[in-house]
């Protein structure tokens, strides 16, 4: 089962631009977050600076007991053997192979045998459909191939918290959904605590149990898929609808009159009643998530703080796939 | 769990706030020091580092041999000149002062101790150093390094103490090559076009030398190589924005590792002179 990992009053300044700040929020155990925002707030410092490549200002990031921005660098890189991390770019080592990238943490921190590296690279290899490709080095082939070979590389020890930096960017429509139930197949194979960095809306639709959304140097909120995909806080229906009405402007926010005008012109009302889409199923043959059964009970337990339309939203979540399961 | 969220945060506010004047001119001022320090932070990192388990064997081989390939014969073909270059201005002063039968101890001196080392180092930090940097500043703007971090592996003793070891080890055996090379080079030119005799050049040779000059040469390579390796590695892992500052980087690095190298030479001379006596006083 995955980790918890909890992020507790985070602040990040570049100097004296700050990006975020007194972000607090809890990945629970083995489920699938997604972590939301418009270009440019930062989502992408947040996950380095939940593994620890760069160091918050204020606040803690607690994984197993260890602080990963205050534990001495010891602790850290020790901690860090437990996270997949897949970059936007993939981050190949590109004076490697496709084979020794992926094989690089086995070789590293695992005293394996080449035949037995071999096996398990080639597995991964053929998880991320890039089997053929193994020999050919990171310049050599198309940049969404990179990114399947960075994930292939994250998941090459196991992890128990896997973080993906936009995983859809550079994906094509096709690629990205099989990425989206390849995500949610390793979820329940694995059991590993995701957390997915994005703003593509179908990822953000189907694949989370829990989604969060970064906007204007605040975390706008945090909690189940449901409370995000029924919000009526401007903020998240303008990004989810993606609209142009609304708080988010062209550069990060926009100015007050542009948004005053906009109000009077009516341009808001657009919206419509929305609807929630079913989240993704592990593919056929694939072991039950077992994260969406602790979730169950987890949501059933604060169901009572949540708006009516995230409350009927997750009820009728529950009825069609499982009969009597109600609580 | 969900914060009530205001609908545009409080506390930024459209356009941007006018910085409040800072003083500036202290932290630019303080600027070459927190770079240095940050220089001697890496340099105790990669000490510390070097004695560390696992020891990249493989990565220092590749790096020892690489190194020594791009300086092995530019530093010959360099020592050459210089060394006959030292022989013909010392000879033809030692032949104003009338003290000619010394030309051989004295030219061999400043080959051995200053000429050596120094060409040794200029050569690593010119071929070597800026190669070292210009690969660790792109992997580092490819986010490599940070890959290789949150891989848990440590890219000072993944990448660094390798090439650190590397440009030391090669530092030594160089000099040696470097002293033979430019003694060769001195001799030559002193006998053959300088008529000087073969016999005064070897006795003068043995009358002045003696065996430490040849150990501070030899640990003054040493210094030098940690010296270049460290400045290199330093300035390739912190490029400062893409490519361009990559290449800003690899140039900063071998002007740094000159000026160190000269200034860190006049201190070992320095010291050398004081606590090694002279032969025969």
């Given amino acids: 089962m995955g980790i918890e990992v909890v992020v507790d009053g985070l602040t990040k300044s570049f100097g004296r631009q700050n990006i975020w700040q007194n972000v607090s929020l809890t990945l629970p155990a083995g489920e699938v977050s997604v972590m939301l925002g418009p270009s440019g707030t930062g989502k992408t410092v947040f996950l380095k600076s939940i593994i620890g490549l760069l160091k918050p200002e204020q606040g803690r990031v607690l994984i197993n007991g260890v602080d990963m921005v205050n534990s001495p660098e010891r602790e850290i890189m020790e901690t860090r053997k437990l996270f997949g991390l897949m970059f936007q770019d993939g981050a190949l080592f590109g004076s490697m192979s496709l084979f020794d990238n992926i094989a690089f943490p086995l070789r590293e921190h695992t005293r394996k045998k080449e035949s037995e590296i071999r096996r398990i690279v080639m597995e991964r290899i053929d998880i991320v459909g890039l089997l053929g490709a193994e020999g050919k080095l990171p310049g050599e082939i198309s940049g969404g191939m990179r990114k399947r070979a960075g994930l292939a590389r994250a998941l090459v020890l196991d992890p128990q918290i896997i973080l993906c930096d936009e995983p859809d960017s550079g994906l094509d429509p096709v690629r990205t959904a099989y990425l989206s139930q390849l995500l949610i197949d390793l979820n329940a194979q694995i059991d590993a605590t995701m957390l997915i960095v994005t703003h593509n809306l179908d990822i953000a639709a189907t694949v989370p149990d829990n989604m969060g959304m970064l906007f204007c140097r605040n975390l706008v909120t945090f909690g189940p898929r449901e409370v995000l995909l029924t919000s009526e806080v401007p903020v998240v229906a303008q990004f989810l609808a993606g609209r142009r009405e609304g708080p988010i402007g062209m550069s990060e926010e926009k100015d007050a009159a542009t948004l005053a005008a906009e109000q009077v012109n009516g341009g808001g009302a657009g919206a419509g009643p929305r609807t929630v889409v079913p989240q993704l199923e592990p593919s056929p043959g694939m072991p039950v998530r077992q994260a969406a059964l602790r979730r169950r009970e987890r949501v059933a337990a604060m169901m009572g703080q949540l708006p009516q339309a995230a409350r009927t939203a997750i009820l009728n979540s529950y009825t069609p796939t499982a009969g009597g399961a109600r609580p | ?281």
């Fill in chain 2, 1 to 281: 769990m969900t914060v009530p969220p205001p609908v545009r945060p409080p506390e930024p506010s459209p356009g941007h706030v006018p910085d409040p004047p800072r003083p500036a001119s202290a932290s630019r001022l303080l600027a070459p020091l927190r770079e240095t320090g940050k220089l001697f932070v890496l340099a105790a990192a990669v000490t510390r580092a070097i004695f560390r388990r696992p020891f990249q064997l493989r990565e220092f081989i590749e790096q020892f041999w690489f190194i020594a390939s791009v300086t092995i014969l530019p530093a010959a073909l360099v020592s050459i000149p210089f060394g006959a270059v030292i022989a013909l201005q010392v000879g033809s002063l030692t032949e104003q002062l009338g003290a000619q039968s010394f030309t051989g101890g004295a030219s061999v001196l400043a080959v051995i101790q200053q000429a050596s080392p120094l060409i040794v180092a200029l050569l690593i930090a010119g071929a070597g150093g800026s190669a070292i940097c210009a690969d660790l500043g792109s992997r580092k703007i490819r986010e490599e390094l940070d890959a290789m971090e949150v891989m848990g592996v440590s890219p000072v003793q993944r990448l660094v103490v390798p090439r650190v070891l590397a440009t030391m080890l090669v530092a030594v055996l160089l000099n040696g090559l470097v002293s033979v090379v430019g003694t060769l080079g001195g001799y030559f030119f002193n006998v053959i076009m300088q008529d000087g005799t073969p016999g005064a050049y070897l006795a003068s040779f043995s009358a002045l030398a003696q065996l430490p000059d040849l150990y501070i040469s030899e640990f003054k390579a040493l210094i030098f190589g940690f010296i270049a390796g460290i400045v290199a590695a330093y300035r390739g892992l912190n490029p400062r924005g893409g490519p361009k500052g990559v290449g800003d980087a690899v140039n900063q690095s071998v002007v740094i590792t000159f000026m160190l190298l000269f200034f860190v030479n006049m201190v070992l001379t320095a010291i050398y002179l004081q606590i090694v006596p002279a032969k025969g006083s």
